[in-house]
């Protein structure tokens, strides 16, 4: 990719938003991404450390009612036993056992905490990336590996912290978090989603769902 072009849609020339803190961040007058300088993102090691830090427990009533924002919307949409894949899904999937208590096959992917790649050779009915697209070195890449994991007339399910105001971005609790290195707007999904053909639906705040067309060319 060339210096300065953009991770989420490769869009060349984006420019500089602000420094904060010894970290420089730019943004996409594209697709509307904000992002860290690719010359400044965490290590593997500082990555890992950082996320067993974290306390998501799958049966914790508390992270339950967070996830069910995406996982409402989406069992709606989804034909009974569908087939899907947590993409991202950290040492402890609660939305996959979520899905699962609604009659859903899921499988699991996490390049720390279950890194087997063997569910990346299917396909799916749906994916889920939830509390993940932020932590993406690469976004652009990660996307098209998600979208061409779903079936035709399947569901890409993200949920992330919109981004949407510049002025607080400095003092943004999410960005604060050294592992989050892209933020997105709804902007920024909507473009990833038409850029590609597919439909973008935002059913609650921080939650897009994009549907694959059944057909080429289709709308869905």
Same mark, same amino acid.
């Given at each position: 990719?060339?210096?300065?072009?953009?991770?989420?849609?490769?869009?060349?020339?984006?420019?500089?938003?602000?420094?904060?803190?010894?970290?420089?961040?730019?943004?996409?007058?594209?697709?509307?991404?904000?992002?860290?300088?690719?010359?400044?993102?965490?290590?593997?090691?500082?990555?890992?450390?950082?996320? #067993?830090?974290?306390?998501?427990?799958?049966?914790?009533?508390?992270?339950?009612?967070?996830?069910? =924002? /995406?996982?409402?919307? /989406? /069992?709606?949409? /989804?034909?009974?036993?569908?087939?899907?894949?947590?993409?991202?899904?950290?040492?402890?999937?609660?939305?996959?056992?979520?899905?699962?208590?609604?009659?859903? =096959?899921?499988? #699991?992917?996490?390049? %720390?905490?279950?890194?087997?790649? =063997?569910?990346?050779?299917?396909?799916?009915?749906?994916?889920?990336? &939830?509390?993940?697209?932020?932590?993406?070195?690469?976004?652009?890449?990660?996307?098209?590996?998600?979208?061409?994991?779903?079936?035709?007339?399947?569901?890409?399910?993200?949920?992330?912290?919109?981004? &949407?105001?510049?002025?607080? %971005?400095?003092?943004?609790?999410?960005?604060?978090?050294? &592992?989050?290195?892209? %933020?997105?707007?709804?902007?920024?999904?909507?473009?990833?989603?038409?850029?590609?053909?597919?439909?973008?639906?935002?059913?609650? =705040?921080?939650?897009?769902?994009?549907?694959?067309?059944?057909?080429?060319?289709?709308?869905?």
């Amino acid at each position: 990719m060339n210096e300065g072009a953009c991770p989420v849609c490769r869009s060349p020339g984006s420019e500089p938003l602000l420094p904060v803190e010894g970290r420089d961040y730019r943004r996409c007058g594209v697709c509307a991404a904000r992002f860290l300088d690719p010359r400044q993102l965490p290590s593997r090691e500082v990555e890992y450390a950082h996320y #067993l830090n974290h306390e998501n427990h799958p049966d914790d009533p508390g992270y339950r009612r967070f996830l069910s =924002k /995406l996982a409402e919307p /989406l /069992l709606t949409r /989804l034909a009974p036993s569908s087939r899907g894949l947590d993409y991202g899904c950290g040492p402890g999937p609660a939305l996959a056992a979520m899905l699962r208590e609604a009659g859903h =096959k899921v499988a #699991l992917y996490d390049p %720390f905490f279950h890194p087997d790649r =063997k569910p990346l050779e299917g396909s799916y009915d749906f994916v889920t990336c &939830t509390e993940t697209a932020e932590h993406f070195h690469r976004p652009a890449d990660e996307f098209d590996r998600l979208m061409g994991l779903v079936r035709p007339g399947g569901w890409l399910a993200i949920m992330t912290c919109f981004q &949407t105001d510049d002025s607080r %971005f400095a003092e943004w609790r999410y960005r604060m978090d050294p &592992t989050h290195v892209v %933020f997105y707007r709804e902007a920024t999904l909507r473009h990833l989603a038409a850029s590609r053909g597919w439909r973008c639906e935002i059913p609650a =705040k921080d939650v897009a769902l994009m549907r694959r067309p059944d057909t080429p060319g289709g709308d869905g």
